[in-house]
């Protein structure tokens, strides 16, 4: 009777400490986060300033939020779902580092080895420092050469100057190393002969470094490119989806392409244009745009991060390796940044920002010190908020990119910003 009676007492304290430990357990996104969402999405289709937007987040390997609305073609009121595929651009690029730093895992490289070493065509590089009188090129050699580690943050000097009024400018436009009809190899043959925008390490300057890097993995491999990411990141992680050339039997899951036109009309990209990268193979395979995807595919890339490289019995890299590319390698020296600073307190690590700091005004990004994240040039977005143990994933297809977009979403999920002191 005794033991029967502190049997109960011991399962009554049991039950206590379980009920406790469930309701102090707070979750980011509650039925309030959850309305607020889904009430600035629809907002944005109703505005008119979207056809259609999808987002899913995933909180504590939970889904705690899936929606979608409007159209992922809008002339043929298809809505957007799941399985909607969408051009993911540059968030390819987080996908191309996560390859090549399986093989700096395997001691293949050293991120402070020059590019040269492996990449002779990189060798002896001249820096391009502005006209003379006439109009011509003045150029001087390297400071130093260019590292892998410039090229994973974007801080090599290579560029695609194709605005540049320059004779520098005039060059990289005839050289023309990103044609779509030319392989790796040629890409790199072609952004080796040419001058450096400005010496390694002296500035971010987002570019084709990236591309660069998917050249890099090729050659240190000695795999293909496509090949080589599909066997090491895509087919482990199961993501079945994601692909240079969207499938013709998945084809008609493919979102239209939309853009912004004079008078804040939303205008459909002609399909021409659209999809004639992702419709057909090209020699170039780029690290830095070109891959499709779904929302549950790149979810699956992300949730791996947040797990420290190992998710649903797949291991793509090590923990450290992870927390190495989600630390920020722009020192305070690097103080010209292009337009990374439009992205909030933020440094950048390998192929990912990072927030370095709290948001400084209520005009700013909301985000997790300690979050790393990327977009694409069609307004798509993810992040990984490791405080949190949080990822989320926003896809749209609209033109020019909408950064105003990305900051009603995460206000939306994070709530109303609070500055430190207020």
Excluded at 16 to 29: F, G, V
Excluded at 57 to 84: C, H, L, S, W
Excluded at 321 to 348: C, H, Y
Aim: glycine content about 8%.
């Amino acid at each position: 009777m005794v033991r029967s009676f502190f049997l109960l007492l011991l399962l009554s304290g049991l039950l206590a400490c379980n009920a406790t430990d469930t309701t102090t357990e707070s979750s980011l996104i509650d039925a309030t986060a959850t309305a607020r969402i889904d009430s600035t999405l629809q907002s944005l289709v109703d505005a008119g300033s979207i056809a259609g937007v999808s987002a899913l987040i995933f909180e504590k390997d939970q889904e705690v939020y899936y929606n979608a609305f409007g159209y992922a073609d809008r002339e043929a009121q298809k809505p957007m779902d799941r399985n909607t595929i969408v051009r993911i651009y540059s968030m390819t690029k987080p996908i191309t580092g996560t390859a090549l730093m399986t093989l700096y895992e395997e001691g293949a490289f050293q991120l402070d080895d020059s590019l040269a070493q492996y990449a002779p065509e990189f060798a002896d590089m001249q820096v391009f420092v502005g006209p003379d009188e006439d109009g011509n090129m003045i150029l001087e050699p390297a400071k130093r050469p260019v590292t892998i580690r410039d090229i994973t943050r974007h801080t090599s000097g290579i560029v695609t100057s194709t605005s540049d009024t320059t004779a520098y400018g005039k060059l990289v436009r005839e050289t023309d190393p990103m044609n779509r009809e030319n392989t790796l190899e040629q890409m790199a043959e072609k952004f080796g002969s040419l001058p450096l925008a400005f010496h390694p390490g002296d500035q971010w300057a987002y570019g084709p470094s990236v591309d660069v890097q998917a050249f890099l993995v090729e050659r240190i491999s000695g795999v293909p490119y496509a090949d080589y990411v599909q066997a090491q990141v895509l087919d482990p992680l199961k993501m079945d989806n994601t692909h240079y050339v969207v499938p013709e039997a998945d084809r008609g899951r493919f979102a239209a392409a939309y853009r912004m036109a004079e008078g804040e009309k939303l205008e459909r990209v002609p399909d021409e244009a659209a999809n004639s990268f992702n419709f057909q193979r090209w020699a170039l395979t780029p690290g830095g745009y070109g891959l499709t995807s779904t929302i549950d595919d790149y979810m699956r890339f992300a949730r791996m991060l947040v797990h420290k490289g190992t998710f649903d019995g797949a291991t793509i890299l090590k923990p450290e390796t992870v927390e190495l590319m989600a630390t920020n390698q722009l020192s305070d020296t690097i103080s010209q940044r292009m337009w990374l600073p439009s992205k909030g307190q933020v440094g950048f690590g390998i192929d990912f920002a990072v927030r370095t700091r709290p948001p400084a005004s209520v005009e700013e990004n909301h985000g997790k010190v300690g979050e790393f994240f990327w977009d694409g040039a069609a307004s798509t977005l993810f992040w990984v908020d490791p405080v949190n143990e949080l990822t989320a994933v926003l896809f749209v297809q609209k033109f020019p990119f909408d950064g105003a977009l990305h900051k009603k979403f995460r206000d939306a999920v994070y709530g109303p910003i609070v500055l430190t002191g207020q």
